[in-house]
């Protein structure tokens, strides 16, 4: 979606903001209030793309969940694309960018941000990035939850059958009797077609999201550094490079689903690696979840 000011009193930069996950692949307006927030942005001026990710909305694809390098495309080439609209809707641009997300739109905001830095910094500079309360730490502390009793047991299934898609971690022939448990291999193998929503897909499984693995695939990721899925994880991580650009990193401490530490150690990484103008942002201490954050 491209939300765009009418009648703007000057320029409009542009904000690409990234939303958050979504197990079904219809687009719904609203999407959790994300929508809103793009709205009350164009109200203030701003034109704001709001791209969806590869294999939701029509994409014939598998979507694939909190990869690094797809989320970044997807708001790049929306912004490359939307310059066509701009001229038929007669809209002025600022060269002005600004990148922020909630969620794994946190993660595809550091996505976003990182690659126009690292690959278009001869076409374009991202003013100020705000990822919000997103995965960055991928292989550590949001890997931990895996471990423990957790409210969103869709988000593990959902990543490894998009990392295999892309990265080819096991046999696709053998993907399910390898990965998972055997009373997990049909739930997960019928849950993830883009009709479930991710309460329905949670409803199906445990509530220890380890326990729907296979014994083999959790001890090698227990035991072996250099266990295939855990290099992917750091490669798809968020806290391993420096901004050159003012970054907003913004949490909540009570937030359940993704723990705000992937925040903390974020900021810390890119501190000690030489980011010069990074800053934390705590939202309303520990009272709100991760929806109400």
Not at 58 to 63: S, Y
Not at 126 to 153: K, N, R, W
Not at 214 to 225: A, G
Not at 229 to 251: G, H
């Amino acid at each position: 979606l491209y939300f765009v000011p009418l009648n703007p009193k000057k320029a409009a930069p542009l904000l690409i903001y990234n939303h958050g996950t979504s197990t079904q692949k219809p687009r719904v307006l609203g999407y959790n209030g994300e929508d809103q927030i793009c709205l009350m942005f164009a109200t203030d001026g701003y034109a704001v793309c709001e791209p969806d990710y590869v294999g939701l909305g029509h994409g014939e694809r598998r979507h694939l969940y909190i990869h690094a390098d797809s989320e970044a495309n997807a708001g790049i080439d929306m912004m490359k694309a939307v310059v066509e609209l701009d001229s038929i809707l007669e809209l002025k641009r600022d060269p002005m960018i600004f990148v922020s997300g909630y969620s794994q739109g946190g993660h595809a905001a550091m996505a976003v941000t990182r690659k126009l830095q690292e690959k278009y910094s001869d076409q374009y500079t991202v003013t100020a990035s705000s990822p919000m309360s997103g995965p960055y730490d991928l292989d550590g502390v949001q890997a931990d939850v895996m471990f423990e009793v957790y409210t969103q047991p869709h988000y593990l299934p959902y990543l490894l059958l998009g990392y295999n898609e892309v990265y080819k971690l096991f046999r696709q022939d053998k993907f399910f009797d390898t990965v998972f448990s055997e009373e997990y291999r049909d739930v997960v193998k019928g849950a993830f077609d883009g009709s479930y929503s991710h309460s329905a897909i949670n409803d199906m499984l445990p509530e220890v999201p380890k326990d729907m693995l296979s014994d083999s695939l959790v001890h090698l990721f227990v035991s072996d550094p250099e266990f295939i899925f855990k290099k992917v994880l750091i490669e798809n991580s968020m806290d391993n490079w420096v901004p050159e650009m003012p970054m907003q990193i913004c949490y909540c401490t009570g937030d359940e689903e993704v723990t705000y530490k992937n925040a903390i150690i974020a900021h810390a990484h890119m501190k000690e690696n030489g980011a010069e103008n990074v800053s934390l942002r705590r939202v309303a201490g520990d009272k709100f979840t991760h929806r109400k954050c």
